[in-house]
T-cell receptor, first 116, second 118 residues
Framework: GAVVSQHPSWVICKSGTSVKIECRSL??????MFWYRQFPKQSLMLMAT?????????EQGVEKDKFLINHASLTLSTLTVTSAHPEDSSFYIC????????????FGPGTRLTVL | AQKITQTQPGMFVQEKEAVTLDCTYD???????LFWYKQPSSGEMIFLIY??????QNATEGRYSLNFQKARKSANLVISASQLGDSAMYFC???????????????FGKGTKLSVKP
């Protein structure tokens, strides 16, 4: 299957700082990328959908000014958690999908964020 | 109403035996896709198998097969000859071609935790 990388795999930061997470599709061009958040023992919660070169579409309840998403190229999307607080601690997973509505989504390995 | 329902929070299976993980779905979209993902303790979501709503035959991928019963709106995952490495969370997901929000994003079930006993 296709490969999606995510960096960093884990990060610990102080409250009030910003953290950037990178998501790359390594062997295909991803017209659409998704960012998910997962709390312990729960399913994935979609945060936002991004298309290359356009603004991200955020799900209801997700603050777009807090979770900045940039999809600058067909292989790279970034999520920046601005002014992070302890409640932002979570497992963040990106996913990439090639063109076509029924295209399979491939997931990155995830980033575990801990805000102290 | 939930779009994807996985009724088994946890399952145990003996090594080398087969196991079925249940998944039912709800949609009025005639065109949709069903997916199964495995999430081991490392956290990575691993794609296992895909079934399209118009596919005539059940999907198979190695030891994984999907028991697709369209009239019942069920898409159960069957794992044959279970291995210790199969112990993980398993998520069923659906994408609706026409009615899906966010350009047809995946809708996930709550997952089933499978434990394979030696």
């Amino acid at each position: 299957g296709a490969v999606v990388s995510q960096h960093p795999s884990w990060v610990i930061c102080k409250s009030g700082t910003s953290v950037k997470i990178e998501c790359r599709s390594l062997d295909f061009q991803a017209t659409t990328m998704f960012w998910y958040r997962q709390f312990p023992k729960q399913s994935l919660m979609l945060m936002a959908t991004s298309n290359e070169g356009s603004k991200a579409t955020y799900e209801q309840g997700v603050e777009k000014d807090k979770f900045l998403i940039n999809h600058a190229s067909l292989t790279l999307s970034t999520l920046t958690v601005t002014s992070a607080h302890p409640e932002d601690s979570s497992f963040y997973i990106c996913s990439a999908r090639a063109s076509g509505r029924m295209g399979t989504q491939y997931f990155g390995p995830g980033t575990r964020l801990t805000v102290l | 109403a939930q779009k994807i329902t996985q009724t088994q929070p946890g399952m145990f299976v003996q090594e080398k035996e087969a196991v079925t993980l249940d998944c039912t779905y709800d949609t009025s979209d005639p065109s949709y896709g069903l997916f199964w993902y495995k999430q081991p303790s490392s956290g990575e979501m691993i794609f296992l198998i895909y079934q399209g709503s118009y596919d005539q035959q059940n999907a198979t991928e190695g030891r994984y097969s999907l028991n697709f019963q369209k009239a019942r709106k069920s898409a159960n995952l069957v794992i044959s000859a279970s291995q210790l490495g199969d112990s993980a969370m398993y998520f069923c997901a659906m994408r609706e071609a026409n009615y899906g929000g966010s350009q047809g994003n995946l809708i996930f079930g709550k997952g089933t935790k499978l434990s394979v006993k030696p």
